[in-house]
């Protein structure tokens, strides 16, 4: 009797000592996920700011082709005055000062197409560095979504395995 005491005893500690190990790990995994549900909301508007950035994206993109094509109309219109000093089309001549003042308005015209095509590009870049950005940032959100998954399920299994041992105690 006092030998089966003794090892009800033992088998009483023993398992008090799994359960300690496995209530140990169990608050380990609670903190990380505590941790992954903070870093989780921290990026959470990470994938709507990326769509955010590829739409504004495409408009820049967008308004560079345009601000293209009406740089190269206003170098052609500028090309045919400097080459022609009679109408093609119905061979009357083109006043020289109209010429000139012509040439003149659409130089300053390609002047700004052309700088307003590098603050264009100036922009683009920074709004590819910025989806680049977060884009690194989504997959560091889908990293912490799936670590939480793991470490719920994890967490699950443990308070499992301390029930079977609560219950085998008592």
């Known amino acids: 009797l006092a030998s089966l005491q003794l090892d009800s005893s033992e088998k009483i500690e023993e398992l008090n000592k799994k359960r300690f190990e496995k209530q140990t790990a169990y608050d380990i995994l609670v903190a990380e996920d505590r941790e992954l549900s903070d870093r989780i909301i921290e990026l959470s508007g990470a994938s709507i700011k990326s769509k955010e950035l590829v739409s504004k994206h495409t408009n820049l993109v967008g308004l560079q082709s345009k601000i293209k094509g009406n740089l190269q109309r206003a170098e052609k219109e500028k090309t045919f005055f400097a080459n022609n000093d009679v109408c093609p089309t119905c061979s009357q001549s083109?006043?020289?000062?109209?010429?000139?003042?012509?040439m003149g308005k659409l130089s300053i015209?390609?002047?700004?197409f052309n700088s307003g095509l590098d603050q264009m590009s100036s922009e683009i870049i920074k709004v590819l560095n910025s989806i680049e950005i977060a884009e690194e940032a989504v997959k560091k959100f889908n990293t912490a979504m799936n670590k939480q998954s793991i470490v719920r399920s994890s967490y699950k299994m443990i308070i499992a395995a301390m029930e079977a041992i609560d219950d085998?105690?008592?």
């Open 94 to 102: 083109i006043d020289s000062h109209f010429k000139e003042t012509r």
């Open 109 to 112: 015209k390609c002047d700004t």
């Open 168 to 170: 085998e105690i008592e």
